[in-house]
């Protein structure tokens, strides 16, 4: 027998019930994006590789994408991250499009990382965006967007919560520690890496990055500092608008939250479950600076992205996912025996013409197996058309749920059966 052979690691199958968790998420998301107004748009799988080396961080670019020469010579990448793709969009067509816009899109994409709990190599992901608004408003409306999407999946603001910080802040703060404006980069990524290393691993690198022990503690304080916003006007206008969209008990400040990515410019959020048992469920923030980095003229924006592995994993763990089944049809015809064969399946296709999902059954077996096999997909009604019903121009119909049986006339079929499946 020959060996089987596994899938590449860090991808992921999905089976029917997986896939009908992930259709689930993305109706959600696409309700939630909907609501406030926003388009669905796409961008294509594979771009140049210089797309993000412009703006997206070394670490990404260097070591998390899938990078490879097309048979042209040309440097082709795997897409790791959708922002970038975005801005070449706008930056495209800027003297035509309408601002703001309100885009969203839910697609794969690909990083190339060590396997682990809510990350894998490759995964879905739902990106959302407003482009063309500088204000903190349009900042708040993003992070409104997330704890409305996480109140309609059933995940309640004890469970998790959307923290939020502002580079700008930040870098006002730093800059009266005396730490050098060529340094900032750097000091972000160490309080982006400050819950991650011990404490001596984290003063090392600090050290090394030629911060002293007094700039040291004065960013372990500002860390540590839940009444710093208050210094910050975007930040007091910001929470003003949160408090009005009333989703003020999922959204709080959090001075150590700054996100990795080079090209954040101001607010940035970031959504963790309260028990801190998972990475980040999903990150965003403004971006004002990307579209002129890939040739547009300057435009603000903000935004943040969702990931489906993760927000899986914290479903599953709080009992939150639905009781979904990847049933592929309500609707079961059976087989009487053969002779009835072409009669079945063009009594299916009557139904289909009515707009209604139905399986046929199409080999010959026993009406209780093909009763059983009809349950086991998930369907809720059971057909027959056999030699009694023939003779009086019906249709037999059973409902498995409830075990009701009942006879309907065969040119009325479709239109009772519509019926008893919105009861």
Excluded: C
């Excluded at 022990?213 to 500002?222: D, F, N, P, R, V």
């Excluded at 101001?266 to 469920?281: N, P, Y």
């Excluded at 809720?380 to 075990?403: C, H, I, M, Q």
């Amino acid at each position: 027998m020959p060996s089987l052979i596994p899938p590449v690691k860090g991808t992921q199958d999905y089976y029917p019930d997986q896939m009908a968790l992930r259709n689930w998420l993305y109706t959600k998301m696409r309700e939630v994006s909907e609501s406030f107004g926003y388009q669905e748009y796409e961008g294509p799988f594979l771009e140049r590789f210089e797309l993000y080396a412009a703006k997206s961080g070394e670490e990404l670019v260097e070591k998390q994408s899938y990078v490879f020469e097309d048979r042209g010579g040309e440097r082709i990448t795997l897409r790791p991250e959708l922002t970038p793709t975005l801005a070449r969009m706008v930056a495209a067509r800027q003297r035509q499009l309408n601002f703001p816009l309100r885009w969203w899109s839910f697609g794969p994409f690909w990083r190339y990382e060590q396997p682990q709990k809510g990350r894998t190599r490759e995964f879905f992901q739902w990106n959302i965006d407003l482009i063309g608004d500088d204000s903190p408003e349009a900042d708040a409306e993003l992070a409104a967007i997330a704890a409305t999407f996480l109140k309609s999946v059933g995940l309640k603001s004890t469970e998790t919560q959307v923290l939020v910080n502002n580079r700008q802040l930040m870098q006002t703060e730093l800059e009266a520690l005396g730490i050098p404006a060529k340094s900032r980069g750097e000091v972000f990524a160490l309080i982006d890496r400050k819950d991650k290393l011990s404490v001596e691993a984290w003063q090392k690198r600090g050290a090394e990055l030629g911060l002293d022990a007094t700039q040291l503690m004065g960013i372990e304080s500002l860390i540590e500092d839940q009444e710093l916003w208050k210094k910050s006007e975007a930040l007091q206008r910001f929470f003003k608008a949160i408090e009005a969209h009333g989703v003020n008990d999922y959204v709080r400040f959090a001075p150590h939250i700054i996100r990795g990515l080079d090209y954040y410019t101001g607010t940035v959020f970031e959504a963790w479950d309260t028990a801190g048992e998972f990475r980040s469920i999903f990150g965003g923030g403004r971006y004002d600076d990307l579209v002129n980095a890939v040739g547009g003229d300057p435009v603000p924006a903000v935004g943040f992205a969702v990931g489906n592995v993760v927000i899986s994993l914290l479903l599953q763990a709080f009992g939150h996912v639905p009781e979904l089944r990847g049933a592929a049809a309500p609707i079961y015809v059976t087989l009487f025996d053969q002779a009835h064969l072409a009669d079945s399946l063009r009594l299916a296709v009557e139904l289909r013409a009515q707009g209604l999902k139905v399986t046929s059954h199409l080999r010959e077996e026993k009406l209780q197996k093909q009763f059983k096999r009809a349950d086991r997909a998930g369907a809720r009604f059971v057909l027959v058309y056999g030699p009694d019903e023939a003779k009086n121009n019906t249709v037999t119909a059973k409902d498995l749920r409830s075990g009701e049986q009942r006879s309907l006339p065969r040119g009325e079929a479709a239109y009772y059966v519509k019926h008893w499946l919105e009861q």
